[in-house]
């Protein structure tokens, strides 16, 4: 498309291997950003996270962490983590400076006592007994800005009285049906899910993952291997 010198020189300039000063400020100030995952056969997923300023952590300047909670069960970001490690994370600020900053990287999930053990001070969410179940821990390779041009200046309106409904697992408040599907469903076919495996073939890919985890800690001591089992658990 005629565009090599472009993007070479995009890339010259602006694209950091870390998050410089400027950009670790404006992501402590999100409240929001989309999360674009994939799993080990390139089926894409992209999905919303929310929170309050800061609720993604800067850890350093090639480090980010956000918390994950009680969802609808799928697991569709941290299933495809689990599988394919690669993360997109798109932050827009549509308040302020009307700018964005995409951040690429390498995630891992981590339980929420491992990360509070490896990074002591993190806050505890401020809704009364909502407790992150586990963390995504990304390492950044690359940073960048998202041009203003298209990004739509928006107003903040107060909140009216009831807030947000924060953890809920009631269906009216999480939205429930808003878009029909339910009533269409049948149309589908019946939902067949996918065949589980049984605890045989689980028991060796579980090991074949604990093994590859356990030489990446051989290479690099400083990041000890926290994954959810161990070989001394009975399948």
């Known amino acids: 498309m005629g565009t090599t010198e472009r993007a070479d020189r995009f890339y010259a300039d602006q694209v ?16 929001m950003f989309f999360l674009a995952t994939a799993d080990r056969h390139g089926e894409c997923d992209n999905t919303f996270r929310a929170g309050p300023p800061g609720f993604l952590h800067v850890l350093d300047d090639r480090t980010l962490a956000y918390p994950e909670y009680r969802g609808n069960g799928v697991q569709a970001s941290l299933g495809n983590i689990e599988e394919n490690p690669h993360v997109g994370i798109l932050m827009m600020d549509f308040l302020r400076d009307r700018i964005g900053l995409h951040v690429n990287g390498r995630a891992r999930v981590v339980s929420d006592d ?11 969410d401020s809704v009364p007994g909502r407790r992150a179940q586990v963390w995504v821990e990304v390492a950044v390779e690359e940073a960048y800005i998202h041009c203003a041009k298209h990004i739509p200046h928006l107003q903040k309106v107060p909140r009216d009285g009831t807030g947000r409904a924060w953890g809920t697992d009631d269906m009216k408040r999480k939205g429930g049906d808003f878009f029909g599907a339910a009533a269409e469903s049948p149309e589908r076919g019946p939902f067949l899910p996918p065949p589980r495996a049984d605890a045989a073939t689980w028991r060796a890919e579980a090991e074949r993952v604990l093994e590859q985890a356990e030489q990446r800690q051989s290479a690099d001591e400083e990041r000890a291997f926290t994954g959810w089992f161990a070989r001394n658990v009975t399948a």
């Open 16 to 31: 950091l291997d870390r998050l410089n000063t400027r950009m670790r400020e404006f992501v402590t100030r999100q409240e």
């Open 114 to 124: 491992a990360m509070r053990q490896a990074h002591e001070g993190l806050p505890y």
